[in-house]
């Protein structure tokens, strides 16, 4: 009863952090508005930093390396039947080893205008590092160099239309530029349910036992075929920005999308509505994630996922899932002070981690489980603090977040907490190096099994640096 009213408590402590800041409104609480940065290119130009009023159509080449060290200091444990229970206490993408070296990202991009007018915007991005769009969970054969891929049209006022392949409208972690924040693992709640896995062919329906005790209906792949979604979608995007009056402004997107993640599919057997709406107070100083701005947003996106299902005696079956999620946040970031809560929603596809197929105990074969009805649920969310101690030079931080999976099912219910915190120091730019070091747990409230499993998690530490360009 305890632990019941402790989720309670700490899921009501979450929404009054979010909804506090709204209701006082005279605070000066981080924002950057990824809709115009990614989906637009800007009327002038800056070199060194000064404004200049005439548009130039050479096209900007940038990007980014991220080469991370990372220790899980977890237990591993091995069934007698030979599958591997603690794929938590392994490090992505790969899900092979519990401690090493790794090129994570390494991306190159082109962007800018193709007219005289600025009417035409186009973003183009490659991604060569070692992660889930190139090498999901030891998968190798999922590999893609190819990321995004738009055009932005802006010849009506107030509707800017963009399409083709690119970040979809969400919630501010997936939204926001991956280079820039000196985390370097995302919050549970996003990597497991946001951070989507697209999977088709899945074995037989499995329940109880099979499914590590949970009375829902759950899925496993038999084959990972497609790189991570990486918050990005296929479609067309109607969005822009409004200037309320000289500080305020409200953004919009709304965009539909095949639901394919990132593909060269051009089925829309999955779509899926997103939608977003952002207020923001501009504090008039700083530029992209280092704006001092305020910011309150809202999001959410439904579609359906398609599986096809084939049974001991060789029958394939379609089956059809609804996936919502939705979200609410805010961002403050002014004088070396930021400041960044969200709280999220998942129901129907919930995604319930990678599970090993491989009998032999020296191999792991990692595909997904998914509990697919429409029942299911799950929340979660993040509280984050960043300081400056020098500005736009050592920064200290810290970011509480947690994920409650299968709230509907007593025994599959898992409730997972994470405390990170860390330092970085900025040499020029988004040019620096991270230490983080995170405080992992993990409960099975309603199954001891379970938690015996659980129990493997520990902590994890990693220091990475960006060199970006």
């Not at 950057?32 to 005439?54: E, F, H, R």
């Not at 899925?219 to 409004?242: N, W």
């Amino acid at each position: 009863m305890s632990k019941v009213n402790g989720n309670v408590s700490l899921r009501s402590t979450l929404k009054v952090a979010l909804i506090t800041p709204v209701l006082l409104g005279g605070l000066n609480a981080n924002a950057a508005n990824w809709l115009m940065l990614q989906g637009t290119q800007p009327d002038t130009v800056a070199p060194k930093g000064v404004k200049v009023p005439y548009r130039s159509k050479v096209p900007k080449v940038w990007g980014f390396i991220q080469t991370n060290y990372k220790q899980d200091l977890g237990d591993v444990f091995v069934a007698p039947d030979g599958k591997n229970k603690t794929p938590f206490s392994y490090l992505n993408p790969n899900l092979e080893d519990q401690s090493g070296f790794n090129v994570f990202r390494a991306r190159l991009a082109l962007r800018g205008m193709a007219d005289n007018e600025n009417k035409v915007n186009y973003f183009f991005m490659t991604e060569f590092g070692n992660n889930g769009v190139n090498d999901l969970a030891g998968h190798r054969e999922v590999a893609t160099y190819f990321t995004d891929a738009s055009v932005t049209l802006k010849h009506i006022p107030g509707a800017k239309l963009r399409a083709g392949m690119f970040k979809t409208p969400g919630s501010e972690e997936g939204l926001q530029a991956v280079f820039v924040s000196p985390y370097i693992e995302f919050t549970t709640m996003t990597n497991q349910q946001l951070l989507e896995r697209q999977i088709s062919d899945v074995g037989p329906a499995q329940t109880g036992k099979a499914a590590g005790g949970a009375s829902t209906v759950h899925y496993t792949s038999t084959k990972v075929d497609k790189p991570i979604a990486a918050f990005r979608d296929t479609g067309v995007q109607l969005f822009d920005t409004f200037d309320l009056n000289e500080n305020w402004s409200l953004s919009y997107a709304y965009m539909y999308g095949n639901g394919s993640g990132v593909s060269h599919s051009s089925s829309n057997k999955q779509a899926t509505h997103y939608g977003y709406l952002a207020l923001e107070e501009d504090f008039g100083a700083g530029k992209g994630y280092y704006t001092q701005a305020m910011k309150f947003f809202i999001w959410g996106q439904t579609g359906k996922r398609v599986l096809y299902s084939t049974d001991a005696n060789g029958s394939t079956s379609e089956i059809k899932s609804d996936r919502k999620r939705y979200g609410i946040g805010m961002t403050y970031y002014k004088d070396g002070l930021r400041f960044e809560a969200e709280y999220m929603r998942a129901e129907g596809m919930i995604f319930t981690g990678p599970k090993d197929t491989d009998s032999d105990p020296m191999k792991e074969d990692w595909q997904f489980q998914y509990a697919v009805g429409t029942e299911n649920k799950a929340d979660g969310g993040y509280i984050n603090l960043q300081y400056e101690l020098l500005p736009k030079t050592f920064e200290v931080f810290g970011r509480y977040d947690f994920h409650n999976r299968l709230t509907n099912d007593a025994k599959g219910e898992r409730d997972f907490k994470t405390a990170t915190l860390g330092c970085s120091y900025r040499f020029r730019g988004p040019t620096r190096i991270d230490f983080n070091y995170l405080f992992r747990d993990a409960k099975a409230p309603g199954n001891a099994k379970a938690q015996t499993v659980l129990d493997n998690m520990g902590d994890r530490v990693s220091v990475q640096i960006t060199a970006a360009f």
